[in-house]
């Protein structure tokens, strides 16, 4: 019986992942500069530290690295906060597992609080709580801190609580330690998608196949 689902946000609940390839661009944009068609690849491994020194130095920018920085994270925050959409059927979803009282919790590689902003705006649900892995000591790769946080606020025991997740190794993460798990599926993991359906209790195309979800549960 499902008593909680535990959902993550990016790529998830949120249709987003694609905004993190064209924020250089986005920033720049609003600093009046047409970024190159390659730059997210050229500062792909790059801390957001140096993404802005390297801003600064290729576009001879009279800004100081910490400036750049807070423009590159107000792009972010205006993302969440005004622009960025759900995913199809989440809504719909969402609303039918409250009127079953089923508790729901945010799992979130993401700040919180970009999180609490964008779900306030697009869905009128109660969360029991938005947790990120920002306040964890380890991500979803290397732990499930994030997952157990939430199940203890929660208060439900983990055999009736699913994880509803599209990353690989999130999932990997979380089947590991007991949850039953839901993927999503996501355009940005489709080369992982036979590993995904291996591991997962159920997989979906979107969350408009909820009948499937809550057949398996």
């Known amino acids: 019986m499902i008593l909680g689902v535990i959902f993550d946000l990016d790529g998830t609940l949120l249709d987003s992942l694609g905004f993190w390839d064209i924020v250089p661009e986005k920033y720049l944009k609003t600093i009046g500069i047409k970024a190159d068609k390659d730059l997210a690849r050229q500062i792909d491994s790059f801390s957001l530290k140096e993404s802005a020194a390297f801003f600064i130095e290729k576009f001879k920018l009279k800004l100081s690295v910490s400036q750049v920085i807070d423009g590159i994270n107000q792009t972010i925050e205006k993302f969440y906060k005004e622009e960025v959409q759900l995913k199809p059927g989440v809504k719909e979803f969402a609303a039918l597992l409250a009127e079953k009282h089923v508790k729901l919790a945010v799992a979130t590689s993401s700040p919180a609080h970009l999180a609490e902003a964008a779900l306030k705006r697009l869905l009128p649900v109660e969360f029991v709580c938005i947790e990120s892995c920002n306040d964890c000591t380890q991500g979803k790769d290397e732990s499930a801190e994030v997952y157990e946080k939430a199940l203890a606020k929660m208060e439900l025991s983990k055999d009736n609580v699913w994880v509803f997740e599209d990353a690989l190794f999130a999932l990997k993460t979380a089947k590991k330690v007991g949850f039953h798990v839901c993927a999503v599926e996501e355009a940005a993991y489709q080369h992982e998608a ?24």
């Open 194 to 217: 036979r590993k995904i359906k291996e591991i997962a209790d159920c997989y979906v195309q979107n969350l408009m196949e909820f009948e499937k979800v809550l057949a398996k549960a």
